[in-house]
């Protein structure tokens, strides 16, 4: 008698080599729709400044560190380093000096976007006037620990890109006469940040900042093609919008028949009057009442 053996089909160890490969093919087409993503979000140089400036000017360079690096000069660096867990770029402080000196001699309401360990609250308090408001707010619900209300210095947990949340604190803090965006460093965040917090939450001849500029050009920072940088680039064009449409000075001389009264202008330019890059920071003065300019000849 001839006996057949019987086939076995391992059905289960079929299906688990095919989950497998569909799992590692799963697995290879995520890191290339990742790889693609990153491919387009990367920087790039702009290649318009070659047609315009000299090769002189393009030329590569060397631009050396300082060794040793010299300390900044200024009361606000010297109350950073006495407070533990500080972590700042130490070119920022000249820039900050610079700026806020003159919001000392009041008691002013300054939000800080971004919290960390809470030592910059404690610097900002011991830097500005003794009755300041300090806000900070933080995404991370253990930065509440740095909260100290009998100070002046409060903590509020929530998103920088919602603006709901925003609108809570601005009602119960501000209008804040100097803003600090040191928070996700998201570009799509520092834009929607801006968008709102500058009209609503920013007195008039208050003072917009928005640090560590440079994650701009670094990808895991980078999650749109258009970042601040860019942005504030285009908000130059905006507060000139007053000359868009004209081709003279006719409409803004002194005792010209056409000079114009009023001109339709974007608000956001309207209330933009100055904007000033330095190296990772860049600071946006407001200034709601701002004048048509005005030429004369003598």
Request: with cysteine; hydrophobic share 40%.
């Amino acid at each position: 008698m001839i006996r057949f053996r019987k086939p076995v089909l391992d059905l289960t160890r079929a299906m688990k080599g095919e989950l497998m490969t569909q799992q590692r093919i799963l697995s290879w087409n995520n890191r290339v729709i990742s790889w693609l993503r990153r491919l387009k979000l990367r920087y790039r140089l702009p290649r318009r400044l070659s047609r315009y400036l000299s090769a002189t000017s393009l030329q590569s360079v060397q631009r050396y560190a300082e060794s040793p690096a010299s300390p900044p000069r200024g009361a606000l660096f010297e109350i950073w380093r006495s407070i533990p867990n500080g972590f700042k770029w130490l070119n920022y402080f000249p820039i900050y000096e610079r700026i806020l000196s003159e919001f000392r001699a009041r008691p002013i309401r300054f939000l800080e976007i971004g919290v960390y360990h809470g030592s910059s609250l404690q610097m900002w308090k011991k830097y500005f006037h003794p009755d300041s408001v300090i806000l900070g707010i933080d995404i991370d619900p253990t930065c509440v620990q740095f909260e100290n209300a009998d100070s002046n210095i409060h903590v509020r947990i929530g998103d920088q890109s919602d603006t709901e949340f925003l609108q809570r604190v601005i009602q119960e803090f501000g209008p804040f006469d100097v803003i600090l965006d040191d928070g996700s460093h998201l570009c799509s965040d520092m834009i929607k940040t801006f968008d709102y917090a500058f009209l609503n939450g920013l007195t008039d001849r208050g003072v917009y900042f928005v640090e560590d500029t440079h994650t701009n050009f670094w990808g895991h920072w980078r999650d749109q093609p258009y970042s601040f940088i860019d942005l504030c680039k285009d908000l130059v064009d905006y507060s000139h919008a007053h000359y868009w449409g004209h081709s003279g000075i006719d409409v803004f001389a002194s005792g010209n028949p056409q000079r114009l009264n009023a001109i339709s202008v974007p608000r956001i330019g309207s209330e933009i009057e100055e904007i000033r890059f330095f190296d990772s920071i860049i600071v946006i003065h407001k200034n709601k009442s701002r004048a048509l300019p005005v030429v004369e000849h003598l």
